[in-house]
């Protein structure tokens, strides 16, 4: 990886996306490379992986249905939206496009929307970056930035069981893999569940 990828990266998507999106990318970046020292993985690479992780986001979903009929995706794939396909397609993407190499950043990208009970601590910093980044705003933010400054594992749990109810309350659909990786992290009596369930209660 070139030691300039990331002022590469970054100024391509400031000409190419949103500015909202943009400042997400760059707040993504920041805090994956504050989680990566604190979990002791690569903070190059955590940062680029974050400024990476939507770099299709705004991209026609047209593009994507071809992408998906043309090059033997699982079709069930086109039963999802943009939402699924930026993410899982866009590593094969910068891949491709771009020669981004690197498994663990591809993978990173690959995974932020709909996880993987494999990922690894890269992947889950980057899925977790995006959900606590200081751009956002919602309820649960405080408490899911208190529990990523705990417990890696406990922050992708909460993040996938708010992410999950709301996609119900909202009567959309819930792609497999992430009840896959709740399972992989949910035991009752897991460390990760009952440091969740400590947080909530203080
Ligand atoms: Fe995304
Ligand atoms: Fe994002």
Redesign the pocket.
């Known amino acids: 990886m070139p030691d300039n990828s990331y002022q590469f990266f970054s100024r391509l998507e400031e000409k190419h996306l949103s500015p909202k999106r943009y400042h ?2 760059l707040g ?1 970046a920041k805090t994956a490379e504050q989680l990566a020292k604190k979990y002791q993985v690569n903070s190059k690479k955590a940062k680029l992986a974050g400024l990476l ?2 770099f299709y ?1 705004e991209t026609p979903k047209e593009i994507f249905i071809n992408l998906i009929k043309q090059n033997h995706y699982n079709p069930e794939l086109l039963n999802y939206n943009l939402g699924v396909w930026h993410g899982f397609l866009g590593a094969d993407l910068l891949q491709h496009e771009y020669h981004v190499t690197d498994i663990e950043i591809l993978n990173a990208v690959r995974y ?1 929307t709909i996880s993987d009970p494999q990922m690894d601590t890269l992947a889950k910093i980057v899925f977790v970056a ?1 959900y606590i980044e200081p751009h956002r705003n919602f309820k649960e933010v405080e408490l899911a930035r208190k529990i990523a400054n705990q417990n890696l594992d406990a922050a992708v749990l909460f993040e996938i069981i708010n992410s999950v109810n709301l996609l119900m309350n909202q009567g959309k659909k819930v792609h497999p893999q992430m009840l896959l990786t709740y399972n992989t992290l949910y035991t009752k009596d897991s460390t990760a569940y009952k440091l969740i369930k400590k947080m909530e209660e203080n």
Do not use: L, M, T, Y
Request: aromatic residues 0%.
């Open positions: 997400h990318c993504v992780h939507d986001k932020h995006d």
